[in-house]
């Protein structure tokens, strides 16, 4: 049974940081394609991140060059280090994985299969 588990999200100042950690269980994370997505209420999920088995990662340009996606192989574990935070950073993060294929671009929620349960993440200027 594949799960990921969310946690680090917490309220910070903006110009602060944070690491937000996706632990995964069900699948081995050096396997397969994971992303980081945020959602404010009443809207769709966006792409943040995404890092394929390569260690490929691309961002949506709203986070380039202040969000970092990794991982850590050995504790299966994905990771999002948060830099610079605006308070339009303010969202739920989910963390994803197993992308279902091209179909659809990678920060289109439709294009990945397991979800986590989300982190909050509340930044204030």
């Known amino acids: 049974q594949v799960r990921l588990v969310e946690s680090g999200g917490s309220s910070a100042q903006a110009g602060g940081s944070l690491r937000l950690s996706c632990v995964v269980s069900?699948?081995?994370?050096?396997?397969?394609?994971q992303a980081w997505f945020r959602q404010l209420p009443g809207k769709e999920r966006e792409g943040v991140a995404t890092?394929?088995?390569?260690?490929?990662?691309d961002y949506a340009e709203s986070v380039k060059g202040r969000f970092t996606i990794s991982r850590d192989d050995a504790k299966n574990t994905l990771y999002l280090e948060m830099n610079s935070l605006k308070s339009e950073d303010t969202a739920m993060y989910y963390c994803?994985?197993?992308?279902?294929?091209?179909?659809?671009?990678?920060?289109?929620?439709?294009?990945?299969?397991?979800w986590g349960q989300g982190t909050q993440v509340t930044v204030s200027s």
């Open positions: 069900g699948y081995t994370i050096s396997d397969i394609s």
């Open positions: 890092i394929d088995a390569m260690r490929n990662t």
């Open positions: 994803a994985a197993r992308s279902k294929g091209p179909a659809n671009p990678w920060a289109s929620p439709r294009r990945w299969i397991y």
